[in-house]
């Protein structure tokens, strides 16, 4: 059988301080957070890859979004874990893969060629992340003999505790784009990173998608 990555679009969160379901949020004209990383993370190759969603309405609003992708969208299945139960609940979703490529929903910023590279990376080292002047990045790859340490990774402070532990057996890879470094957090990294409100971006997304 021949190596898999399956993808993890981490964006069951309550979007409390900025206000609104982030994976719905414009990204650069006609398309939504969550609609940019699905369709890198499925045009790197990554099988499967699963969203998980937020409750109630946003939920529902995320999932249209993604009915035009392959992709599988499921609720967090342990949300008082927030970011670790996100990663319990793709690594029940995904069959056993052999590595899973991870981003909040909130670190837009990637392409095809860094997903790729993390992902290929992986196959020889137990977890690989993006590094920009001596920072790690978005998205982060991890391997299969970690999955034991990320299905329990709650209690020691998620997968970035994981990374901490592994230490040296994470592959770093040197990356130019500084936005792998960034998160869209709040209203104001929106109109920092964009150069535009959120209202407005959103007012343009409707008009172009008519």
Same mark, same amino acid.
């Given at each position: ?81 927030? $970011? =670790?139960?996100?990663?319990?609940? /793709?690594?029940?979703? @995904?069959? +056993?893969? #052999?590595?899973?490529?991870?981003? *909040? %929903? ?11 590279? $993390? =992902?290929?990376?992986?196959?020889? /080292?137990?977890?690989? @992340?993006? +590094?920009? #002047?001596?920072?790690?990045?978005? *998205? %982060? ?12 990774? =709650? ?18 890879? *040197? ?36």
């Amino acid at each position: 059988m021949s190596w898999r990555a399956a993808g993890l679009i981490a964006a069951a969160g309550s979007s409390v301080r900025m206000g609104a379901c982030k994976a719905l949020l414009p990204f650069s004209g006609a398309t939504t957070f969550v609609e940019r990383i699905a369709h890198v993370f499925l045009s790197a190759g990554l099988d499967p890859v699963v969203v998980t969603i937020p409750p109630d309405d946003d939920g529902a609003a995320v999932e249209h979004a993604l009915a035009h992708l392959p992709v599988l969208c499921s609720h967090n299945e342990l949300p008082e874990d927030g $970011l =670790a139960g996100s990663v319990v609940t /793709a690594l029940r979703h @995904a069959a +056993e893969p #052999d590595a899973l490529v991870l981003t *909040p %929903v909130d670190c837009p910023f990637l392409d095809v060629e860094l997903v790729r590279s $993390l =992902a290929q990376l992986c196959q020889r /080292a137990a977890a690989v @992340a993006p +590094e920009v #002047d001596g920072r790690r990045g978005h *998205p %982060v790859a991890f391997a299969r003999v970690t999955f034991e340490l990320l299905l329990s990774c =709650a209690s020691r402070g998620g997968p970035r505790a994981v990374l901490d532990a592994l230490d040296k057996d994470v592959a770093l890879l *040197p990356w130019l784009e500084r936005h792998v470094l960034e998160d869209v957090d709040t209203p104001e990294d929106y109109r920092r990173l964009f150069g535009v409100d959120v209202a407005t971006a959103r007012e343009v997304m409707s008009r172009r998608r008519g």
